[in-house]
T-cell receptor, first 116, second 113 residues
Framework: DTEVTQTPKHLVMGMTNKKSLKCEQHMGHRAMYWYKQKAKKPPELMFVYSYEKLSINESVPSRFSPECPNSSLLNLHLHALQPEDSALYLC???????????????FGPGTRLTVT | DQQVKQNSPSLSVQEGRISILNCDYTNSMFDYFLWYKKYPAEGPTFLISISSIKDKNEDGRFTVFLNKSAKHLSLHIVPSQPGDSAVYFCAASDNYNTDKLIFGTGTRLQVFP
């Protein structure tokens, strides 16, 4: 099973709202990722969690706040977003080798976020 | 600086023929390369990968070739099927920033009957 699930599938929020995106995997992967993808562009890395600890933050604005409650779950809390934050938000996970190397990342279907 | 480049934004191929998608990279530290397929409004799906110690990897209709001296890789799909119509991204990683996949800009493949 190489499935990563994401909820909700679509989300429309105003600039003053607070919402959360959720991601779950049951492949035993210990690395989980958040990406942002705009139309006709490649996925853009936002955050990486390794062994439930934040290992990479790609200088993402603080209005995006990640959380990894356990090894299967990853959340992205959203607050005071701007219209330009509208995009497809993708979660991914990967296995980590004993040396901490990751190889293939498996992506979820994404959450289509629209900020009005 | 675009470290992974896919210079062809689109490719059109007849069903049954071979599709060849190309990818060039500039960072000689990259040692692992992947191809992903993406349908609209869906997440990328992992297709096939290759380590820099190999020059070819095959999985069914998909074969990836790596030419390290030219810093070039290609994905061959044969025979092409209409269901292969999607955007294809190549990606690369190195042993120092292993969590970071560097993606190319994508090539839209259309397979027509």
């Amino acid at each position: 099973d190489t499935e990563v699930t994401q909820t909700p599938k679509h989300l429309v929020m105003g600039m003053t709202n607070k919402k959360s995106l959720k991601c779950e995997q049951h492949m035993g992967h210990r690395a989980m990722y958040w990406y942002k993808q705009k139309a006709k562009k490649p996925p853009e890395l936002m955050f990486v969690y390794s062994y439930e600890k934040l290992s990479i933050n790609e200088s993402v604005p603080s209005r995006f706040s990640p959380e990894c409650p356990n090894s299967s779950l990853l959340n992205l809390h959203l607050h005071a977003l701007q219209p330009e934050d509208s995009a497809l938000y993708l979660c991914a996970s990967s296995h980590l080798t004993l040396s901490g190397r990751s190889y293939e990342q498996y992506f979820g279907p994404g959450t289509r976020l629209t900020v009005t | 600086d675009q470290q992974v480049k896919q210079n062809s934004p689109s490719l059109s191929v007849q069903e049954g023929r071979i599709s060849i998608l190309n990818c060039d990279y500039t960072n000689s530290m990259f040692d692992y390369f992947l191809w992903y397929k993406k349908y609209p409004a869906e997440g990328p799906t992992f297709l096939i990968s290759i380590s820099s110690i190999k020059d070819k990897n095959e999985d069914g209709r998909f074969t990836v070739f790596l030419n390290k001296s030219a810093k070039h890789l290609s994905l061959h799909i044969v025979p092409s099927q209409p269901g292969d119509s999607a955007v294809y991204f190549c990606a690369a990683s190195d042993n120092y920033n292993t969590d970071k996949l560097i993606f190319g800009t994508g090539t839209r493949l259309q397979v027509f009957p």
